[in-house]
């Protein structure tokens, strides 16, 4: 038995009712079963006055009852009116460490060191009230919390003869309903505030702490919808926080964090540090926002003063500097007329330096802790400095020189010893940026721990220029191209305008008769007003489309689903195909992944193999006429689309020079098609390749990777 004297959890916290509501149906099916051996008792009182010829049944019956008995996990025990224990099962005589020769005729009370029955006792409760009586206690002399149930054995008169005594340890799911008290105190009474959201207009509220008073809100009131989470942010930040919000939502993470000011209910103002969790449902769509909320108006004026304090600084740094620029000037002076002392030794270094000074690439020396030990004039001038001199004032450790992390950069040099190709910016005294090369060797001593580095930069600004020239012109390239390809089905598009323009005349017309009549016919005017909306749609959504293909733009990669692609483009070239004789047939796989491409400039090649595909048959019989592109999931990342003509094919000997620039084999061609193709899919990651079919024609396909998609 167990003789710690701890101090008794006395008070629950209502929060952790749920807690209880929990536990209670966990141990449901074992109440019914003490509630079975209550029945089987009872049974058992009848079998021993049942005549002798049950005898054999009954003893089966009592077996079954023992078995069943000492097979409760919980304590289970019989006692008399006077709390006499008559009889406890094995889960019993294992929580009192006792035999039953030990605790027979033993009052209950009496086998935890009590003179007396406990104040609180289901047993006691269940002789008065003759029903079955529940009852939560702390036993102060065991230092656990029992849930103790007491059902009474009556007679053949209603009278109480014994009660079957049912007890729990409960102690732990009383120290955690302590526990959960304590935590809600700690959030209640901390400056922390809970908060969850909708993900609907205004952020309703759907859960707050307590702790939201400190801002002069009541949890009711945010909760009822009289006040919502976007009422409290300061209307100066409300549109960068709801900006910034979407921004999160839609870049895929899961988490994010703000700073903004919201307004108490007493106007004031106080600054906040918003950490947010973003909730989705199982369809990956956005339903609610949870988090936490700081008050940070203090440390936003502690900034404020250290702002003031870093301007006050500022200003004895530039004092400092001049007096230290004055000694170093001094400085300066003293190592020219060591230099001439020095002239003899330096005399055998002249070649390095020469090197060194005259290389046409920026060559440094810096320590690890970023103090620049040598840099030659090529890299001075290229970081805009006036001298050596000047530029060792400043540290490349403390101060932000290039566009990487120098921590990452050190750790490689740690590790491998050497970088190679490096390419970067280096920032400049003026503030711009100079696209480099960088080689840098880490120097170490005899121990091995390093010293310096050593490195050089090379400056390819105006290569990388050249290489965003390169890419303008290339994308001028593109749509040229496409509005080439546009131009050739120029009839065909003018057809699909006309068409919706001419009906829309031709029923004009008929409603003017009609109204010139005496007695027009309101229902058929409405019919025809129906038509020319109809039509105008139509034409309108050709427009549209055309505009959408002919606009130039920057390359924008955003989620799209290759079959509305495909259709669009059909949409655009049936007429086309019609007037050329050629059928258009689609295998379309429905549910394809959704790649990340430009819908334009991927239409564009799609655009071009079906019109090259319908070139390829001019020769070919107009019934035999047939163009099929498909759509399918090649595999887990990719997606294939496929455009087979029946024409003649191509020779194999010209697919090596295929997708070349300025090559054709057509007699009016540029031979810019397939080569613009090419580079769109090669912009997207994907592969264009063409094969000649088995029986007649050939196919050309592309594939392009699905998911995450990086692009230069």
């Not at 289901?122 to 206690?137: I, L, S």
Request: glycine share 6%; aromatic share 6%.
């Amino acid at each position: 038995m167990r003789k710690s004297r701890k101090k008794p959890i006395r008070k629950t916290n209502p929060k952790a009712s749920k807690l209880r509501r929990a536990n209670h149906e966990v141990v449901h099916k074992k109440i019914n079963l003490n509630e079975q051996l209550y029945k089987e008792i009872t049974n058992h009182k009848r079998i021993q006055k049942a005549p002798q010829e049950s005898e054999d049944k009954g003893g089966k019956t009592l077996k079954i009852f023992e078995l069943l008995f000492d097979a409760i996990p919980d304590v289970i025990g019989i006692q008399d009116r006077h709390h006499g224990i008559i009889q406890y099962n094995a889960a019993g005589y294992k929580f009192l460490n006792m035999t039953h020769k030990e605790v027979e005729g033993k009052k209950c009370y009496e086998l935890i060191g009590r003179n007396t029955p406990c104040d609180i006792c289901a047993t006691t409760e269940c002789y008065k009230t003759k029903k079955p009586t529940r009852v939560e206690k702390y036993v102060e002399e065991l230092d656990i919390w029992l849930d103790a149930r007491a059902y009474p054995i009556l007679d053949e008169n209603g009278e109480i003869v014994k009660v079957i005594e049912h007890l729990r340890d409960i102690t732990k799911r009383k120290q955690a309903e302590e526990a959960l008290r304590q935590a809600n105190l700690v959030v209640e009474n901390s400056p922390v505030v809970l908060f969850r959201w909708k993900a609907a207009e205004g952020w309703p509220v759907e859960l707050v702490s307590e702790n939201v008073i400190q801002f002069g809100y009541t949890p009711e009131e945010l909760l009822s919808g009289e006040v919502s989470y976007a009422s409290l942010v300061h209307p100066g930040d409300l549109k960068r926080v709801a900006h910034e919000v979407q921004e999160h939502s839609a870049s895929g993470v899961n988490s994010f964090r703000q700073e903004y000011r919201i307004i108490t209910k007493d106007g004031k103002v106080c600054w906040v540090d918003d950490r947010t969790v973003i909730e989705r449902d199982s369809d990956g769509q956005i339903t609610h926002y949870q988090g936490i909320v700081i008050d940070i108006t203090k440390r936003k004026l502690a900034e404020k003063e250290l702002q003031e304090y870093r301007d006050r600084l500022e200003e004895i740094i530039k004092e400092r500097t001049a007096e230290l620029t004055a000694a170093n000037e001094q400085l300066k002076q003293e190592i020219t007329e060591r230099r001439w002392i020095e002239k003899a030794l330096l005399e055998s270094e002249k070649q390095y330096r020469e090197l060194f000074e005259n290389a046409i690439i920026g060559i440094y020396k810096s320590t690890p802790d970023g103090k620049i030990v040598a840099a030659n004039p090529t890299l001075v001038k290229m970081l805009g400095y006036s001298s050596f001199e000047e530029l060792t004032k400043h540290n490349l450790e403390k101060e932000k020189f290039m566009s990487y992390e120098r921590s990452s950069f050190k750790e490689i040099l740690k590790q491998d010893g050497e970088i190679i190709g490096l390419e970067s910016k280096w920032i400049r005294k003026d503030g711009s940026a100079r696209h480099v090369v960088e080689n840098a060797k880490a120097i170490r001593d005899k121990n091995g721990e390093i010293i310096y580095y050593e490195g050089t930069v090379e400056d390819i600004t105006k290569h990388k220029k050249l290489e965003a020239n390169i890419q303008e012109l290339r994308e001028e390239l593109v749509h040229v191209s496409r509005v080439t390809t546009m131009g050739e089905l120029v009839a065909s598009l003018a057809h699909e305008i006309n068409q919706p323009l001419t009906a829309i005349l031709s029923n004009a017309q008929v409603a003017q008769r009609f109204l010139d009549g005496n007695a027009p016919n309101l229902d058929e005017l409405s019919e025809i007003l129906s038509d020319i909306v109809k039509d105008n749609k139509r034409a309108v959504e050709v427009i549209t489309k055309l505009r959408a293909l002919l606009k130039k733009d920057v390359v924008n990669f955003r989620p799209l689903d290759i079959n509305e692609a495909v259709e669009e483009i059909i949409f655009f070239v049936q007429s086309d195909m019609e007037r050329k004789n050629v059928a258009i047939a689609t295998e379309l796989v429905a549910d394809i992944p959704l790649i990340l491409g430009d819908r334009v400039q991927l239409q564009q090649v799609i655009l071009n193999l079906i019109m090259n595909g319908a070139e390829a048959m001019a020769d070919t019989e107009p019934a035999l006429r047939k163009l099929i592109i498909r759509t399918e999931k090649q595999d887990e990342q990719n997606v294939k689309v496929a455009v087979q003509d029946l024409g003649t094919g191509f020779n194999v000997d010209t697919i090596e020079h295929m997708f070349d620039s300025f090559y054709t084999t057509k007699s009016k061609g540029m031979g810019m098609g397939l080569w613009i193709s090419r580079s769109i899919i090669e912009v997207h990651k994907g592969l264009l390749q063409a094969e000649n079919n088995s029986d007649k024609g050939a196919t050309f396909w592309f594939v392009i990777p699905v998911g995450k998609l990086e692009v230069n």
